[in-house]
Nanobody
Framework: QVQLVESGGGLVQPGGSLRLSCTAS????????MGWYRQVPGKERELVAV???????NHADSVKGRFTISRDNAKNTVFLQMNSLKPEDTAVYYC???????????????WGQGTQVTVSS
């Protein structure tokens, strides 16, 4: 089994910063893309940012210039640096990983348990 464990959420004032981390553990061959999504009650989960194993990134327009995704492949960890936070960034943030479980390429999607980010004064 593969687990994604997130950390780093919390309460921050508008304009503040937070750094989320997500580490994959378990038995697997490799990890392709890793990403962060967020969800607020009553709305669909939306992509925040994604990063490939080679380091190519894509950020949602709403967070470009404020959030930065990065990863440490040796530690199977993905990060989300969030700066200039706004109240509308308040959501539960979920980590996602496209995990290759076998040498012949069998892949599964895995999700973290979610971490709450609240931006409020």
């Amino acid at each position: 089994q593969v687990q994604l464990v997130e950390s780093g959420g919390g309460l921050v004032q508008p304009g503040g910063s937070l750094r989320l981390s997500c580490t994959a553990s378990g038995v697997f061959f490799s990890i392709n893309a890793m990403g962060w999504y967020r969800q607020v009650p009553g709305k669909e989960r939306e992509l925040v940012a994604v990063i490939t194993s080679g380091g190519s990134t894509n950020h949602a327009d709403s967070v470009k210039g404020r959030f930065t995704i990065s990863r440490d492949n040796a530690k199977n960890t993905v990060f989300l640096q969030m700066n200039s936070l706004k109240p509308e960034d308040t959501a539960v943030y979920y980590c996602h990983a496209d995990v290759v479980r076998t040498s012949w390429g069998l892949r599964y999607d895995y999700w973290g348990q979610g971490t709450q980010v609240t931006v409020s004064s």
